[in-house]
């Protein structure tokens, strides 16, 4: 499928990723978000974002003047002229979902594939609200998008074989690396993260260790780039909570249980960085 125009809906932290890496391999890209303030803001990001790859030299001036000429901002997918390939990456709510895939089924070209960046959501039942769920895939891209290379690929019961293929030559184009999985809750990513991370803030919460010392053991002991409690507040503490959540309901497995301090935290709206605080402080954001 020779795919040149593709929507992205939804501005956040993933969705303005995700418009950046196709624009930068030369798609034409229209972004939906629900109010232009919101779209301004995430091509703002995007800006920031491509200025700092010419700063490291990793992308040209003229590049990043080309990838943002690219990107069409836009307030509905019928606006988004023919496109061949969407991307849904709005909050992490089962019914918004559904909504914006049947506006997305209304305004697609015939062919079109419908893909959602859902974390943890089922594919299955994101699919069943659109005529033909076997043109849905799960495409869940990791944050930040520019720099990570995996795209984790999920097959929903009814995505096809044709829907696969396209989704998977899609993602080596914009040079990352596909690993597929099947639609379980919290697919590979998430399964093996969350845990790890809810088990960190076990170990906070009963006093095993200072949280600088639990970061340090993972970063310096196991090379991960951040510790997992620095992770949690960068992706969030609310979509740490809710994805186990996903996980514990899905698998009514108690292994799967939300640690009592991560919900505290989001009760007491420290959410991490984008909050200003979480496990740690981040004056000025
Ligand atoms: N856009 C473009 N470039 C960016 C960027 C962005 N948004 N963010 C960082 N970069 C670039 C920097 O310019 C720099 O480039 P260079 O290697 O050419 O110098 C490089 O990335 C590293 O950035 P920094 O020097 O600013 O900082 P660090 O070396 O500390 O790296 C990090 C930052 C890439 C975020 C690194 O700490 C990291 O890899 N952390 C782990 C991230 C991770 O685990 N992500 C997955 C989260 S889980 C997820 O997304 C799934 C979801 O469902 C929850």
């Given amino acids: 499928m020779d795919i040149k125009r593709v929507c992205v809906v939804g501005g956040g932290t993933?969705?303005?990723?995700?418009?950046?890496?196709?624009?930068?391999?030369?798609?034409?890209?229209?972004?939906?978000?629900?109010k232009k303030e919101l779209a301004d803001k995430a091509l703002a990001v995007i800006a920031r974002n491509l200025d700092r790859q010419v700063a490291k030299g990793a992308v040209t001036a003229a590049g990043r003047d080309a990838a943002l000429a690219r990107i069409k901002p836009a307030l509905s997918p019928k606006e988004a002229p023919g496109f061949q390939f969407a991307v849904e990456a709005v909050s992490e709510r089962m019914e918004l979902k559904k909504s914006v895939f049947r506006e997305l089924d209304a305004a697609a070209a015939p062919g079109a594939i419908l893909a959602t960046n859902t974390s943890s959501?089922?594919?299955?039942?994101?699919?069943?609200?659109?005529?033909?769920?076997?043109?849905?895939?799960?495409?869940?891209?990791?944050?930040?998008?520019?720099?990570?290379?995996?795209?984790?690929?999920?097959?929903?019961?009814?995505?096809?074989?044709?829907?696969?293929?396209?989704?998977?030559?899609?993602?080596?184009?914009?040079?990352k690396t596909p690993a597929s999985a099947k639609d379980f809750p919290g697919f590979i990513s998430n399964r093996v993260l969350m845990p790890m991370i809810n088990e960190a803030i076990f170990c906070l919460m009963e006093g095993v260790s200072t949280k600088e010392d639990i970061d340090a053991v993972m970063k310096l002991g196991m090379a991960h780039p951040m510790g997992p409690l620095q992770l949690a507040d960068y992706i969030g503490l609310d979509v740490c909570l809710a994805i186990m959540e996903v996980l514990h309901q899905g698998f009514c497995d108690s292994k799967y249980r939300p640690c009592p301090l991560l919900r505290q935290m989001v009760q007491a709206g420290r959410l991490g960085v984008k909050s200003g605080s979480g496990f740690y402080d981040y004056p000025g954001k």
């Fill in 14 to 34: 993933m969705g303005n990723g995700i418009a950046h890496v196709f624009a930068l391999k030369d798609f034409e890209v229209t972004l939906v978000e629900a």
């Fill in 121 to 175: 959501l089922a594919v299955t039942e994101i699919a069943a609200s659109v005529k033909d769920p076997s043109r849905v895939i799960g495409m869940h891209f990791m944050n930040p998008v520019p720099v990570m290379k995996l795209v984790e690929l999920i097959r929903g019961l009814q995505t096809s074989d044709e829907t696969y293929q396209a989704a998977r030559e899609l993602s080596i184009a914009l040079g």
